[in-house]
């Protein structure tokens, strides 16, 4: 079966580094999706990664290995309005978009 | 912002009542989904559309059907609503341009069945 996994919940300090990891085990890969969730919104794309490597767009971050079904994303410089769900998505051969339970990230003053 | 807009973004129905919710983009991609997300059970796939009258279901298809008879448009409906079906409905839209894919979200709509 298809398969993502990310931690629950993670809790930060404001202007503090946090690593959030996602494996996957996804039937064929077309490339890996972090998108940021507030509550009650939409979730909005954060970063896409189909090759092996870091991407940095300014604070946050997102690596890929594809030999190993991993990939995390770096927030760095944490600020208040980065408390939110951070998803985790893989699109399949089907370029059908496989999902994450989500990671709540809380962030502490 | 990615050109994909939902309506309504706030229903309440009553059971037994078909309900049909849209979701529109401008940005001519390929690929449509809808999905639904409930506490504790994240995005759940409802059906997904790989082009005009191509469509398949998804992991909670059940009691939904869905129509693509234009690449902007993608419908979903809910033939007889049921309270299991009070949720938010989140329309996507996703396009494979060279290396990268880019996936975009509707604002969500916020179906209430009472």
């Known amino acids: 079966g298809q398969n993502i996994d990310q931690p629950t919940e993670m809790t930060a300090t404001e202007g503090a580094i946090v690593q959030i990891n996602c494996t996957y085990q996804t039937s064929g890969f077309n490339g890996l999706f972090w998108y940021q969730q507030h509550a009650g919104e939409a979730p909005t794309f954060l970063s896409y990664?189909?090759l092996d490597g870091l991407e940095e767009k300014g604070r946050f971050s997102s690596f890929l290995s594809r030999s190993k079904g991993y990939s995390y994303l770096l927030l760095k410089e944490l600020q208040m309005k980065d408390s939110a769900s951070y998803l985790c998505?893989?699109?399949?051969?089907?370029?059908?978009?496989?999902w994450g339970a989500g990671t709540k990230l809380i962030i502490k003053p | 912002d990615a050109g994909i807009t939902q309506s309504p973004r706030h229903k309440v129905t009553e059971t037994g009542t078909p309900v049909t919710l849209r979701c529109h983009q401008t940005e001519n991609h390929r690929y449509m989904y809808w999905y639904r997300q409930d506490p504790g059970h994240g995005l759940r796939l409802i059906h997904y559309?790989?082009?005009?009258?191509?469509?398949d279901k998804g992991e909670v298809s059940d009691g939904y059907s869905v129509s693509r008879s234009k690449t902007e448009d993608f419908l979903l409906t809910l033939e007889s609503a049921t309270s299991s079906q009070t949720s938010v409905y989140f329309c996507?839209?996703?396009?494979?341009?060279?290396?990268?894919?880019?996936?975009?979200f509707g604002q969500g709509t916020r179906l209430t069945v009472v």
């Open positions: 996507a839209i996703s396009e494979t341009k060279g290396v990268n894919t880019e996936a975009f």
């Open positions: 990664n189909v």
């Open positions: 998505a893989v699109m399949d051969s089907n370029y059908q978009l496989i």
């Open positions: 559309s790989y082009g005009v009258k191509d469509t």
